[in-house]
């Protein structure tokens, strides 16, 4: 059964850069496509970004185009989200979610798609 942990959260100043890694244990995750979601205190929970198993295919949110970078190393089984230019609107809990899948290039956007949630990091930008 496959587990992911995120870690790389805390506090921030505007304009500041973290590096969130989700760490799976208990199964590959060369099997796994998996996103990045947020929530903000008050919100729902939104997607920020996805990757496919293999890496090559990803994709942005609005929220995150031009500032964030999603990435894989399938060899560490981490995922990776770069977060450069963080605004106050960035504070929440972020949370990595994992889906297996047999197609090698897709990914899904879709929260309700993924089977493997992790417990979140939270991520604190400060104005």
């Known amino acids: 059964q496959l587990q992911v942990v995120e870690s790389g959260g805390g506090l921030v100043q505007s304009g500041g850069s973290l590096r969130l890694s989700c760490a799976a244990s208990?199964?590959?995750?060369?099997?796994?496509?998996v996103g990045w979601f947020r929530q903000a205190p008050g919100k729902e929970r939104e997607g920020v970004s996805y990757?496919?198993?293999?890496?090559?295919?990803?994709y942005y949110e609005d929220i995150g185009k031009g500032r964030f970078t999603i990435s894989r190393d399938n060899a560490k089984n981490t995922i990776y989200l770069e977060m450069n230019s963080l605004k106050p609107e960035d504070t929440g809990v972020y949370y990595c979610?994992?889906?297996?899948?047999?197609?090698?290039?897709?990914?899904?956007?879709?929260?309700?798609?993924?089977?493997?949630w992790g417990q979140g990091t939270q991520v604190t930008v400060s104005s």
């Open positions: 990757i496919s198993r293999g890496g090559m295919n990803s």
């Open positions: 979610a994992a889906r297996s899948t047999s197609l090698n290039d897709y990914y899904y956007t879709d929260s309700q798609q993924y089977q493997h």
């Open positions: 208990g199964s590959t995750l060369r099997v796994y496509a």
